[in-house]
């Protein structure tokens, strides 16, 4: 058995106590060592490759032993796969297909007739790569695109290379669309080059395989391992690695300040058909790339494996501006950019118009997913956070095959013509079709103060589950991180990100906005909800008292809606402002000056922010809730018994007080001011600005009109 010390440049993960208790079950042997393929990103992309393994059962309607080919189905990822996520087929029955295919031209039709070969009715759909792994006979099968093999794959001398490199016992086939044609060409090589073990696929990945998942994962591993250990080898021999450096980084603070500053613009530009959300990473491969004097002959080469661009768009857009530019200019700068813009679109345009098939489905977005910043780093842009983040993965991933096929040759790209073929195939347009439609807040980027807890939290996790993304932030870090880790579990890592904010310190009201322009591009929504409660007398009330609640709830609002406005504004695609006021804005109570007097402050500046705020076409509108008592650190800190006292109630009857005296005797819980939010900025209420929505269980004095 192999060990960890046999391999430098991939991970040897196979654990034989782990695999022992499969009980020599194929199908959960192929997952398992898909799993582990998909956990080293040296090995493939996130959901890129396939898988499979063929095994004899027991057909249902014969009882007769037959052969089942169990694969990665359509749209998966082998890293998180399971048996839901595979596809069943009778062997003999793909097979047979050659019997009615027409050739390239009907590649199409095809994919549908998988259909007759199921063998397992819970089967996820086939993909295009079923007939390459239906035509090899061996019983394991692995398909990946690690950037080693690719880098050899996309170079000019690819070809000879491959042959050198493993004396004949790698064969080669050219560069084709997946499909049936192309399991049939491998079937050819393998006939043609019989004991190999193993398929180039020119611009495209690799094919390796073995009698068992053990053997299938250790011969793809030796090979990845032979072609990385044979780039690493010629890095710099032939020439500096893309030419040499052409300029220097800023440094690590300066790159994330600059960065933090322009990528609202960026996003700006990006969403000019959709609200988009960005991603920026300052990875040293990305560094050594954007900074290098070979950076403009081959960025716009664009990228040659089909899995990269359809994520990353043909190319990219590289900047022409300077590491330490300027950028306090907005207008300037974007002025600066707007020809690189609209360049790119043209660009793109052109493309489609150029490519096109009489059916191809009409031109997508034309605005860059890559944007190239020099001295800086990549930003990407595109529908949700991790659709994003899987797309500067993959220019990474192409990074480090230009990388490597320039060291051992000359990188070449995919023709734009079989680029396009694959950008803009019928069966990818389906395979769009039938995602998920996106949902209300979809490419919306929210921050909501005072969001680990209470009445924040819980707008948080609605907006989240409306296709949001959001800043979650709080003064307590321990409250903060226990926030953190329960969006992480319910949500996924990509549906948030976090910040120390106390809303009275004007330098972590910049660095949350930095924080959200840094992991998501900007910021859309702003719900000032952050807040505390005095309840006293006017004899018991202290200077302290007033300065802390003015100071939390009025200045705090206003210097966040302050920053958070100067980012929409670069943006210059709308936002909205909500503001979590109170009943007691407008409704005169006893032991309640200070507080009351707060929050009508806040009410009145909402109407002001709302009528000087239109022009750039950002909302602001109020929340009033009222007793929302659940999980709100409000009611800490003697409010409950001010409260109490004042109505002459205890604190354990405050709540059924509080909801008898509503109109419709209701309790006001977290989820209700949830709700309202949503409300006003989901969609319907676009034209709506400077209203107030009172979400009290209806409490009579506090009518707006």
């Not at 295919?101 to 089967?123: Q, T």
């Not at 705020?613 to 018994?641: F, H, K, M, T, Y």
């Amino acid at each position: 058995m192999k060990t960890t010390a046999d391999f430098k440049y991939v991970s040897y993960l196979w654990d034989d106590a782990a695999a022992e208790k499969l009980n020599g079950n194929e199908v959960d042997l192929l997952i398992y060592r898909s799993n582990l393929l998909g956990a080293d990103l040296r090995l493939t992309n996130y959901g890129g490759g396939n898988t499979s393994c063929k095994t004899m059962a027991s057909d249902p309607l014969t009882g007769e032993e037959t052969e089942v080919m169990w694969i990665k189905g359509s749209g998966g990822d082998i890293g998180t796969l399971k048996k839901s996520g595979l596809a069943a087929l009778y062997v003999d029955r793909l097979r047979s297909l050659k019997n009615v295919y027409r050739g390239l031209e009907f590649e199409d039709e095809m994919v549908e007739l998988f259909n007759h070969c199921i063998y397992d009715l819970n089967s996820k759909a086939p993909s295009i790569d079923t007939p390459l792994h239906g035509f090899l006979p061996f019983k394991h099968i692995d398909h990946l695109h690690p950037d080693a093999a690719i880098a050899i794959a996309a170079a000019k001398d690819g070809k000879r290379i491959t042959q050198e490199l493993f004396s004949g016992s790698i064969g080669w086939v050219d560069w084709q669309r997946p499909g049936f044609d192309l399991g049939l060409k491998l079937r050819e090589c393998l006939d043609n080059n019989p004991g190999i073990r193993g398929i180039m696929l020119g611009s495209h990945g690799l094919f390796t395989w073995g009698d068992t998942a053990y053997e299938s994962y250790i011969n793809t591993l030796e090979v990845i391992e032979r072609c990385a250990a044979y780039l690493e080898d010629n890095y710099g021999k032939k020439a500096p690695v893309f030419g040499g450096k052409k300029i220097e980084s800023l440094s690590e603070a300066g790159r994330k300040k600059q960065a933090a500053a322009i990528a609202p613009i960026l996003r700006g530009f990006c969403s000019s058909e959709r609200h988009m959300v960005g991603h920026f990473t300052d990875d040293p491969r990305v560094l050594e790339f954007i900074n290098s004097n070979d950076l403009n002959r081959l960025a716009p080469m664009g990228t040659s494996c089909p899995d990269h661009f359809l994520r990353t768009k043909i190319s990219p857009l590289v900047l022409e501006l300077e590491p330490d530019e300027d950028l306090s200019d907005v207008k300037a700068i974007k002025e600066k950019l707007q020809p690189a813009f609209e360049a790119y679109r043209k660009m793109y345009t052109a493309y489609y118009e150029n490519c096109k098939h009489p059916n191809s489905p009409p031109v997508r977005d034309a605005n860059p997913v890559i944007i190239l910043y020099p001295g800086v780093g990549m930003f990407s842009f595109s529908k949700d956070k991790q659709t994003t983040r899987v797309a500067s993965e993959f220019y990474i991933n192409a990074i480090n095959v230009m990388k490597g096929a320039e060291a051992v040759s000359e990188y070449t790209s995919l023709p734009r013509q079989e680029a396009f073929d694959i950008e803009y195939w019928l069966l990818e347009e389906a395979k769009l079709q039938r995602m998920p439609k996106p949902k209300a807040l979809s490419g919306r980027i929210a921050l909501i103060t005072g969001s680990a807890g209470g009445i924040g939290k819980a707008i948080a996790k609605k907006f989240v589950e409306e296709g949001a993304v959001v800043i979650l932030n709080d003064m307590n870090a321990e409250r903060l991180e226990g926030a953190g880790e329960e969006f992480k579990k319910q949500f996924g890592k990509d549906s948030y990100a976090t910040a120390i904010l106390d809303v009275t310190k004007q330098d972590e009201i910049d660095e949350a906005l930095n924080i959200a322009a840094l992991a998501f591009g900007g910021v859309d929504i702003v719900v000032n909800n952050a807040g505390l409660s005095i309840s006293k007398s006017i004899g018991d009330h202290t200077e302290k008292d007033w300065n802390l609640l003015y100071d939390v709830l009025v200045k705090g609002q206003f210097f966040v809606t302050q920053a958070a406005v100067k980012v929409m504004q670069k943006q210059a695609i709308g936002g909205d402002v909500i503001n979590i006021v109170s009943k007691n804005a407008l409704v005169s109570g006893p032991n309640n000056a200070g507080y009351g007097s707060a929050k009508a402050a806040q009410l009145h500046l909402s109407r002001l922010n709302a009528a000087e705020l239109g022009a750039d076409g950002i909302r602001v509108n109020v929340v009033n809730p009222d007793a929302v008592i659940s999980d709100s650190n409000i009611w800490a800190g003697g409010w409950a018994e001010g409260r109490a006292k004042a109505y002459g109630v205890t604190v354990e009857e405050l709540p059924a007080y509080y909801a008898k005296r509503t109109l419709l005797n209701q309790v006001i819980l977290p989820q209700d001011i949830a709700n309202a939010c949503f409300a006003f900025v989901g969609g319907l209420l676009d034209k709506s600005t400077g209203n107030v929505l009172n979400v009290d269980g209806g409490v009579a004095m506090a009518f707006v009109r």
